[in-house]
Nanobody, 113 residues
C-alpha cells in the first residue's frame, strides 16, 4: 500500500514563498499523474494544480503564474512551489496520486501579515 507524506507547510507573510513536498513510500513506487488540492474551513476542496504522466501541467486560474507543480520520479516526490502567496491561499493542502488512490495527510499553509 502506497502512503504519501506531506511536508513544507507553515506560516508565511503575503508575498512570501513556500514549497510543499509529497513523498511516497515504497521502493517500487513511481509517480505518474499527480495533483495538489486545497481546502479552507467552510469551503469545498479545490483542485489547485495537476501534472500528467508525460509532464503537462494545469492550474486553477487563481494560482496561475504563482504556483508550479513538479515531480521527481527518481525520488518519488511531488512538489508544489508557491510564490507570491496571498491570504486567499490559506488552506490545508493535500497531494493526490490517482494511480494508487493515495492522498497525503494534509499540510497547513497560512498566509498572514
Amino acid at each position: 500500500q502506497v502512503q504519501l507524506v506531506e511536508s513544507g507547510g507553515g506560516l508565511v507573510q503575503p508575498g512570501g514563498s513556500l514549497r510543499l513536498s509529497c513523498a511516497a513510500s515504497g521502493s517500487g513506487f513511481r509517480f505518474t499523474a499527480g495533483a495538489w488540492y486545497r481546502q479552507a474551513p467552510g469551503k469545498e476542496r479545490e483542485l489547485v494544480a495537476s501534472i500528467a504522466t508525460f509532464g503537462s501541467t494545469n492550474y486553477v486560474d487563481s494560482v496561475k503564474g504563482r504556483f508550479t507543480i513538479s515531480r521527481d520520479n527518481a525520488r518519488n516526490t511531488l512538489y508544489l512551489q508557491m510564490n507570491s502567496l496571498k491570504p486567499e491561499d490559506t488552506a490545508v493542502y493535500y497531494c493526490h496520486v490517482p494511480r494508487y488512490d493515495a492522498w497525503g495527510q494534509g499540510t497547513q499553509v497560512t498566509v498572514s501579515a
